[in-house]
């Protein structure tokens, strides 16, 4: 079965510092892979996705990602956070899971602070 | 904007009673999705249907959980009897079905059903 790893479970920055966020997954065959965000209150949204062509892709406010297959990673990042950035992000991965299906699998999560 | 509807937006239930939740996906979807996730977790998939098949429920406590789909619309989850480590967030999605050749499988979660059960 898939699985995805993020690496931090909370991280907390003053805004204008960079964000990176890891994510890794485990699956050896065609994925799309998104990073979704959760602000206080409210329900999932997605920030960005990748299914094919460039690695580096771009999303909502200000966030990237990038897609490295070697490493079977899709960190996101964002050069200067802001206080409204305070949110949950998750990555998810889609992929083959047999039997004619796809699965949709989350990570736990990592919690971003941002102290104005 | 096309959007997932769930109802309740809430819901406590004193434990051992039933309780179901709603799930009217975006239109043409026909891939829907019920998670769950509790409280500084990620959400977890309990059941996928593809139109009103179920494809997996690998995870889904089968004893006392059932979800149906029953014209490849809407859906509905119901947990008979309800046990107090059921209260979490209960969330539903839809996608486009990428076994049809649709690249963007992209998910489109509704507010969810947050479950207390006392």
């Known amino acids: 079965a898939q699985s995805v790893s993020q690496h931090n479970h909370h991280v907390i920055l003053s805004e204008a510092a960079s964000l990176e966020l890891g994510c890794n997954y485990s699956?050896?065959?065609?994925?799309?892979l998104f990073w979704y965000v959760q602000y206080p209150g409210q329900h999932l949204q997605l920030l960005l996705k990748y299914f094919s062509g460039d690695p580096l892709v771009k999303g909502i406010k200000g966030f990237e990602a990038e897609f490295i297959k070697s490493k079977f990673s899709f960190n996101l990042r964002k050069p200067s956070v802001q206080w409204s950035d305070t949110a949950e992000y998750f990555c998810a991965v889609n992929a083959y899971s047999g039997a004619g299906s796809y699965q949709l699998t989350f990570g736990k999560g990592t919690k971003l602070s941002v102290i104005p | 904007e096309a959007e997932v509807a769930q109802s309740p937006r809430y819901k406590i239930t004193e434990k051992s009673q039933a309780v179901a939740f709603w799930c009217d996906p975006i239109?043409?979807?026909?891939?829907l999705y019920w998670y769950r996730q509790i409280l500084g977790q990620g959400p977890e998939l309990l059941v996928q249907f593809q139109d009103e098949s179920v494809v997996d429920d690998s995870q889904l406590p089968k004893d006392r959980f059932s979800a149906e789909r029953l014209k490849g619309v809407d859906s509905t989850l119901k947990i008979q009897p309800a046990e107090l480590g059921d209260s979490a967030m209960y969330l539903c999605a839809s996608s486009l079905d990428p076994r049809t050749g649709y690249t963007n499988t992209e998910a489109f979660f509704g507010q969810g059903t947050r479950l207390t059960v006392v």
């Open positions: 699956y050896g065959g065609t994925v799309n």
């Open positions: 239109s043409g979807h026909a891939t």
